[in-house]
């Protein structure tokens, strides 16, 4: 059974850096798509950033190109998000999501495409 674990998450000043991780278990993530979607209050989830197993393709949202940095630790099982520069606006519940699925560019940034799920960290920009 696979279990997706989140950390990291916490209440940060606006313009600073924050890394969160993603631990995996119960599946090798060489074969493993694997990304990150967000729920801000009130709204409904959206895509953040995707990175295929073999680490060759990585995708992201628009609203967080050239600010956030999906990585991934495929020994130790790891995924993680760096976000440098927050805004308000990034205040959201963060979520790790993982497929074995062999996703496509039109499809990696889909919900649905993924069946595993972790729990969520929050993360809350604010001066």
């Known amino acids: 059974q696979v279990q997706l674990v989140e950390s990291g998450g916490g209440l940060v000043q606006p313009g600073t850096s924050l890394r969160i991780a993603c631990s995996i278990s119960g599946r090798s993530s060489t074969r493993y798509t694997m990304a990150w979607f967000r729920q801000a209050p009130g709204r409904e989830h959206e895509f953040v950033a995707a990175m295929k197993g073999s680490g060759a393709g990585t995708y992201y949202a628009d609203s967080v190109k050239g600010r956030f940095t999906i990585s991934r630790d495929n020994p130790k099982n790891m995924l993680y998000l760096q976000m440098n520069n927050l805004k308000a606006e990034d205040t959201a519940v963060y979520y790790c999501?993982?497929?074995?699925?062999?996703?496509?560019?039109?499809?990696?940034?889909?919900?649905?495409?993924?069946?595993?799920w972790g729990q969520g960290t929050r993360v809350t920009v604010s001066s």
């Open positions: 999501a993982g497929t074995g699925r062999g996703l496509i560019t039109s499809t990696i940034r889909l919900m649905g495409e993924y069946e595993d």
